[in-house]
């Protein structure tokens, strides 16, 4: 377990329309909710993104993750096929 509580979009969105919105400061709304600063900061950059740009991140970090994959699986193949091509040279002499 990595400790961090997860909040929910909704939460999120709430907390950074009070500073946006609302005017009040990143410091009142992060002791109110109980959470960090640096976190309030950071969700307020994260949704002052547009839906388009946000949703072509996650699209992005999937598409990555998916190739990043691929290619582990890719290179295992590979790597099999060094060692049997060794092998089978080494058995026809």
Known sequence: MSGQIRYRDDFKKDAVSQVVDRGYSVRDVADRLGISTKSLYTWKAEFSQP????????????????????????????????????????GSR
Do not use: C, G, N, P
Request: no cysteine.
């Open 51 to 90: 839906d388009k740009a946000r949703d072509d991140e996650v699209a992005l970090a999937s598409e990555v993750r998916q190739l990043k994959q691929e290619l582990a699986r890719v290179t295992e193949e590979r790597d099999i096929l060094k060692k049997a091509t060794a092998y089978f040279a080494r």
